[in-house]
Nanobody, 124 residues
Framework: QVQLTESGGELVQTGGSLKLSCVLS????????TGWFRQAPGKERSFVAT????????DYASPVKGRFTISKDDAKNTVYLQMNNLQPEDTAVYYC?????????????????WGQGTQVTVAS
């Protein structure tokens, strides 16, 4: 059974930083791409970042480029999202997801398994 568990979300001030973690069980992050998505109140879930199974291909949504960094530790089967210079518009529930294959993807439909999410709140 595949499970993803996110952690690291909390209340932070504008300009602050957080590092989210996503622990995967039941499959290897080396074999499947992992993505981060977020959903703000009243909005649809949207793409944030993705990393391929090999780790060699990474992509970001435009609003977070230059501020967020996705990475992974294969030995720990964990994917991270380092978020710097956080802004109030980054407030959302952040979800990690494991894709159907090893290629990174920006579409929700390309992801097979999802975590329960972790809340990030950026105070102005």
């Amino acid at each position: 059974q595949v499970q993803l568990t996110e952690s690291g979300g909390e209340l932070v001030q504008t300009g602050g930083s957080l590092k989210l973690s996503c622990v995967l069980s039941g499959r290897s992050v080396r074999s499947f791409a992992t993505g981060w998505f977020r959903q703000a109140p009243g909005k649809e879930r949207s793409f944030v970042a993705t990393i391929s199974g090999s780790g060699g291909v990474i992509d970001y949504a435009s609003p977070v480029k230059g501020r967020f960094t996705i990475s992974k530790d294969d030995a720990k089967n964990t994917v991270y999202l380092q978020m710097n210079n956080l802004q109030p518009e980054d407030t959302a529930v952040y979800y990690c997801a494991s894709a159907f294959g090893s290629a990174p993807a920006t579409w929700l439909q390309r992801y097979e398994h999802w975590g329960q999410g972790t809340q990030v709140t950026v105070a102005s």
